[in-house]
């Protein structure tokens, strides 16, 4: 399903260079990264907000002051890049040279665990599947489309002047099954049968089963 879709991405590449901005290209890279981190889909996405607003940390949680209407997903500031060395890569700089990233260190904020902002780091990895490469890329969505630093990242362009508008999980749903019926073009592909249980959580489970296969604890896996 990730080639299928990665290969639709590359189509609309081919066609026009600014297609990095649009819907497609923004949900691969969060899926893309979702296959490393496990993290659920209101970190990077809206889940109740309304189209063109962001979810924020409301009254009700009882959070210390300076956490309230902060976007609940991530913003510019919980993704730091960093060279072989471990040395911080300032974003535009990374963006200008990406080949010295070597590493990508995520905060994850209000989370549903006993600890908020724990920080996790991934390696640059080899192949079409590699985190680096797909924080580089959410990152130079963002500062194209000139989203504030204290806006989720998770964006992507809503017409061609330019604007832009905030991912949503029922849209991930729409292009992971997208890319269902481009992986399996047989309708009787168990898949295709089933093509209604693939939703914006399914990506999480997926990751949750193969850092579960490499040892990590049940509880690293609930951020």
Same mark, same amino acid.
Request: hydrophobic content about 40%.
């Given at each position: ?136 890329? $959410?990152?130079?969505?963002? %500062?194209?489309? @000139?989203?504030?630093?204290?806006? +989720?990242?998770?964006? *992507? /362009?809503? #017409? ?12 991930? $749903?729409?292009?992971?099954? %997208?890319?269902? @019926?481009?992986?399996?073009?047989? +309708?009787?592909?168990? *898949? /295709?049968? #089933? ?29």
């Amino acid at each position: 399903m990730f080639q299928a879709l990665a290969s639709l991405v590359k189509e609309q590449l081919a066609l026009s260079k600014s297609a990095h901005l649009n819907l497609l290209h923004s949900v691969f890279d969060w899926i893309h990264l979702g296959v490393f981190m496990g993290s659920r889909s209101g970190k990077y996405a809206q889940i109740t907000a309304q189209k063109g607003s962001f979810a924020k940390v409301s009254d009700s949680w009882a959070a210390p002051t300076k956490w309230q209407n902060q976007p609940l997903a991530f913003i510019l500031s919980d993704f730091t890049l960093l060279d072989k060395h471990l040395c911080v890569i300032p974003p535009l700089k990374a963006l200008q040279n990406p080949k010295h990233c070597s590493w990508i260190q995520i905060r994850y904020h209000f989370d549903k665990s006993a600890t908020n902002f724990s920080l996790w780091r991934y390696r640059r990895g080899k192949g079409f599947l590699c985190p680096v490469h797909a924080a580089l890329s $959410i990152i130079q969505r963002a %500062t194209t489309l @000139q989203v504030p630093s204290n806006e +989720p990242l998770g964006v *992507y /362009r809503s #017409n061609p002047s330019g604007s832009y508008t905030y991912l949503r999980s029922l849209e991930i $749903i729409t292009v992971m099954q %997208t890319a269902v @019926q481009a992986a399996h073009p047989d +309708p009787h592909h168990y *898949y /295709r049968i #089933n093509i209604k249980a693939i939703v914006a959580h399914s990506n999480r489970i997926s990751a949750a089963v193969a850092l579960f296969s490499m040892k990590l604890s049940c509880k690293d896996l609930s951020l």
